[in-house]
């Protein structure tokens, strides 16, 4: 099983900021996927994936009619089947780190997402996911795993934790 490192948080607290920055400090060595928020007029209206490679697809947005929803938010799960999904895998079929932003609510309604996550969880490349703070009965079981390290990321610890999370990988990347 690989190691795993989750990052977990209160919405705000730097998650996608955290493996953004981490990115960017091992270019070339992760793949997968971050969240972005899609604003209008000041105010949150939805949420784009990107990968790391720059693709981006609306994931999730206040005026989608979808099948399913959290919140006030329409999500397409079929975002996670060709964007998200493919993205993890190639990272990890490449031997790179792969980067998962986030495993939330939205993105626990897809049954495919999880297999993949456990998948790449049970392979050699480190995966490195933000993870929702608040209980969830699969994100907990997941959590509770071998190799599993979480850090809980707060306004006050971001700095101590990026640190934490770069000399993680670091080390997972050399060997």
């Known amino acids: 099983m690989a190691d795993v490192l989750l990052v977990s948080g209160r ?10 920055r981490l990115a960017q400090l091992f270019p070339g060595r ?23 490679s720059g693709q981006r697809a609306v994931f999730a947005h206040v005026d989608l009619s979808a099948k399913y929803r959290v919140g006030r ?25 792969v980067f ?4 939330g609510k939205m993105e626990l309604l897809s049954a495919s997402f999880r297999e993949a996550l456990e998948e790449v969880a049970s392979g050699p490349a480190p995966l490195v996911a933000t993870i929702l703070a608040g ?6 079981r997941f959590r509770r795993q071998p190799r599993v390290t979480e850090l809980v990321l707060t306004p006050a610890n971001r700095s101590a934790v990026f640190l934490q999370a770069q ?9």
Do not use: N, Q
């Open 30 to 52: 992760v793949g997968g996927f971050y969240t972005e928020e899609l604003r209008e007029g000041g105010h949150r209206v939805g949420f784009v994936l990107v990968t790391l």
């Open 167 to 175: 000399a993680w990988l670091a080390r997972r990347l050399r060997a």
């Open 73 to 97: 938010y329409g999500v397409l799960l079929e975002v996670l089947d060709e964007v998200g999904i493919p993205a993890m895998r190639e990272s990890a079929v490449a031997g790179r780190a």
């Open 11 to 20: 919405p705000g607290a730097g998650k996608t900021t955290l493996l953004r």
């Open 135 to 140: 209980p969830h009965p699969w994100a907990d």
């Open 100 to 103: 998962v932003d986030e495993v």
